[in-house]
């Protein structure tokens, strides 16, 4: 059994890997952390987990984590970066669901979360565990920064077209709208049910934190900078992250050949699903699945490419892919514990 530990388990992506994990066959879950409920037993916080985890949330302490086989870090930004050094240290592995070290340029990073990065060394040996993409390098890292709601459905739409070299890469457009959820259980009048409900907002619009994100994969994927111009939405839900893509072709030719040419990416990949050309992917296909969907389109007289691209965000954009880093950096059945299909309605 692989020895787990959780820092921030009070929080949406915190429990939503508790869920996940209480069917996973191989782990036992050894360490849950909140210091504001410290003490509380899981169960009473979370009936929904009653019967499958006895255990009380502690105070993080690093000697405590130190024994556990794998930390996932749960947390705001800034915490897992501090945590980390001692943890690498004693041997354990971490997968990051924060941002702490997803960015390679630490300027950057710093930029955006208004702090000065403390563990450049990390940083840098991070892996950016997009399964998708860098399979091998994760089996063997130590450290695995888990990437962003937003940039996983936007990454995984646009890559087979970068790889391909077949669009402009200085002209992307990823029209994004994530549910509430998106913005974690800390409390804020702009998230409350009467502010949210019946409303429909675009925000971040000339910036977000996670465009630069979405740039260094794009970048390396096209093999040269891209320019991508990203802008989130908050709409009146609760779970789930729609993003439209917008692409243009450099030989409209190339249109007969792409749904078959993102089936071959993507067909050996157990968590993406290409549906057929001109299909309309629902967040609700995806809501508690560690799945993306996506679908491709063309409008009349147009070499522009849409891509439809759904996930949860709080699976495949948080704790299902955390947990798919883990199975693969354990040798593990990539799809463990991870297989249950959306729920539906
Ligand atoms: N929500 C989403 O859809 C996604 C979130 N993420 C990222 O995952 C991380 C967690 O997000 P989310 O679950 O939404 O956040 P929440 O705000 O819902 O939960 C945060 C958790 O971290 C704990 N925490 C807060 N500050 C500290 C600290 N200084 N030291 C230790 N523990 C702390 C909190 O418990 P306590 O204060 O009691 O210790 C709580 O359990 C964030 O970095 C977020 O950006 C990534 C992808 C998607
Ligand atoms: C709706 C909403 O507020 N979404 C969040 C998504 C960010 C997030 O979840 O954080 P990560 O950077 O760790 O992925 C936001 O826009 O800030």
């Given amino acids: 059994m692989i020895k787990i530990g959780i820092v ?26 909140s210091r504001s409920e410290a003490g509380m037993p899981v169960a009473d916080m979370y009936p929904n987990l009653r019967g499958h985890f006895d255990l009380a949330f502690s105070e993080p302490d690093t000697a405590v984590l130190s024994q556990c086989d794998l930390v996932f870090f749960a947390t705001p930004h800034g915490v897992a970066m501090r945590m980390v050094p001692e943890l690498m240290k004693a041997g354990v592995r971490v997968v990051d669901l924060s941002a702490d070290f997803r960015l390679k340029d630490l300027d950057v990073w710093s930029h955006w979360y208004g702090m000065p990065h403390e563990t450049p060394k990390w940083a840098e040996k991070a892996v950016y565990g997009l399964p998708e993409v860098v399979r091998d390098e994760i089996r063997e890292a130590q450290l695995v920064a888990n990437p962003g709601c937003y940039p996983t459905a936007v990454q995984l739409g646009f890559l087979p077209l970068l790889e391909h070299g077949l669009v402009d890469p200085a002209r992307l457009i990823a029209d994004a709208k994530s549910g509430a959820s998106g913005a974690g259980r800390q409390g804020s009048i702009g998230m409350l049910h009467g502010e949210v409900g019946e409303s429909f907002k675009a925000y971040g619009a000339s910036g977000h934190r996670h465009l630069p994100e979405i740039r260094q994969g794009l970048s390396q994927a096209a093999g040269k900078a891209v320019g991508v111009t990203f802008v989130p939405h908050l709409v009146p839900m609760i779970r789930g992250i729609e993003a439209t893509l917008y692409a243009e072709l450099s030989d409209p030719a190339d249109f007969e050949r792409l749904q078959t040419l993102y089936e071959d990416r993507y067909r050996n990949e157990p968590f993406v699903d290409v549906m057929p050309f001109g299909s309309h992917p629902e967040t609700r296909s995806v809501r508690g699945a560690n799945q993306c969907r996506m679908a491709l389109h063309r409008q009349e007289q147009s070499n522009i490419v849409i891509v439809s691209s759904v996930i949860d965000n709080l699976v495949k954009g948080a704790a299902g892919q955390a947990i798919q880093n883990m199975n693969i950096m354990f040798g593990l059945d990539e799809t463990l514990g991870l297989k249950a299909p959306a729920l539906l309605p």
């Fill in 8 to 33: 921030g388990g009070t929080g949406y992506t915190g429990v939503e890997l508790l869920r996940l994990l209480s069917v996973h066959p191989d782990v036992e879950v050894k360490c849950i952390t």
